[in-house]
């Protein structure tokens, strides 16, 4: 069995470790909240972030330990929340096996740089791009913890590295493709929270399918072309982890980021709406660092925009929609 060390015990975190354990896998999760490692390894539940999940597979532990989680770890996963990675990695750095691949659930952008997970993860750990990978798909954590088909892309700059990790993950209920394209992947899975953000909003605001669709759609022309500018395989966003992802995202009630959004449209306050949401809504810090990504690409990012207003100003979701569609007619 393959030992593989999950960084993070949270909802993902927790429901990718059950992927990677009914994959065959030795899986240990290193977590910060004593309560959490405990639950796992005296009760095989997670019950604070996974509460669906009855019993954890025998073959997941857990530990407080960051040396004894990743010690002969060939795989090691990050899925913490990704305004603190950096601070949450960097002590991994002399413990992480010489041979190993990092792998990245995280879909955000760090706000104080404004740098993809790829670039965080590889910067805390000093990890050569060969060994890093991300995941990203439509992958809502509360379905595929009750093991309903679902599928996601293992992007990797390294064709070998990409297939070493897709052969990890694959279960029967779990499928997983491979790509080079590891900034496609990663804007795709930042930037649709931010378009999920728009849509959750307008719904709340009572608003029903075409605004939905008008939003969704320009949203993901923004992330397609914001990604294409970074580099980006305009093939990806058409991809599961482009408008696969923004699909689920944009439609469920079980994303946190939707969720947000869907508060904020029926009149919360961007408190309230932090306060109630399950989990991290990474849209919320991503959407300035968003804006500036553009800025420094020379792409315009006017969903982002019209969201940090939202969000800094408290714009209401008229005066957003009125924002991103009120300009004069232009081509599409
Ligand atoms: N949930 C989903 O459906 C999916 C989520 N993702 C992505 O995966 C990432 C994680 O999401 P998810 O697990 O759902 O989020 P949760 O909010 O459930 O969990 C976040 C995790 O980050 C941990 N964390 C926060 N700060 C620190 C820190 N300083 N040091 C160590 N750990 C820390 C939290 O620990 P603690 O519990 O102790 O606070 C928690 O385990 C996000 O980027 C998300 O976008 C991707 C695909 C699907
Ligand atoms: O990325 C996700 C589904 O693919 C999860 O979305 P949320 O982070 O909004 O819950």
């Given amino acids: 069995m393959t030992k593989i060390a999950v960084l993070g015990a949270g909802a993902w975190g927790t429901t990718f470790g059950q992927v990677l354990a009914d994959a065959g896998n030795q899986v240990v999760m290193w977590g910060i909240e004593p309560a959490v490692v405990d639950a796992i390894n005296h009760d095989h539940r997670n019950p604070v972030r996974t509460p669906t999940i009855e019993r954890l597979p025998d073959a997941m532990t857990a530990s407080l330990d960051r040396e004894e989680a990743v010690d002969g770890a060939g795989i090691v996963v990050v899925a913490i929340a990704a305004q603190h990675a950096r601070e949450a990695l960097e002590p991994f750095r002399p413990l992480i096996g010489a041979d190993a691949v990092v792998v990245s659930l995280m879909k955000g952008i760090e706000r104080t740089t404004d740098k993809r997970m790829d670039q965080v993860v590889t910067e805390a750990l000093g990890l050569p791009e060969e060994r890093f990978a991300a995941v990203s798909g439509p992958n809502l954590s509360r379905e595929v913890a009750v093991r309903q088909p679902s599928a996601a892309v293992v992007a990797s700059v390294s064709p070998e590295t990409a297939q070493r990790v897709a052969q990890a993950c694959e279960a029967p209920y779990f499928k997983p493709f491979v790509s080079t394209d590891v900034i496609g992947l990663e804007l795709c899975g930042a930037?649709?929270?931010?378009?999920?953000?728009?849509?959750?909003?307008?719904?709340?605001?009572?608003?029903?399918?075409?605004?939905?669709?008008?939003?969704?759609?320009?949203?993901?022309?923004?992330?397609?072309?914001?990604?294409?500018?970074?580099?980006?395989?305009?093939?990806?966003?058409?991809?599961?982890?482009?408008v696969g992802d923004l699909i689920a995202t944009c439609a469920s009630s079980l994303s946190r980021n939707y969720t947000f959004g869907f508060n904020l449209g029926r009149g919360m306050s961007i408190e309230e709406a932090t306060e109630a949401s399950q989990g991290v809504a990474e849209g919320v810090p991503a959407t300035n660092a968003v804006v500036g990504m553009g800025r420094s690409l020379g792409e315009p990012t006017p969903l982002a925009q019209a969201m940090s207003h939202v969000l800094d100003q408290g714009l209401d979701c008229a005066g957003m929609i009125e924002e991103l569609f009120g300009g004069p007619i232009s081509a599409e």
Wanted: no cysteine; hydrophobic share 50%.
């Fill in 191 to 242: 930037l649709k929270n931010v378009t999920a953000l728009a849509v959750g909003m307008s719904r709340g605001a009572g608003y029903g399918e075409n605004t939905a669709a008008m939003i969704q759609a320009r949203g993901l022309a923004e992330l397609t072309a914001l990604g294409e500018a970074a580099g980006a395989d305009a093939k990806t966003f058409a991809g599961l982890a482009g």
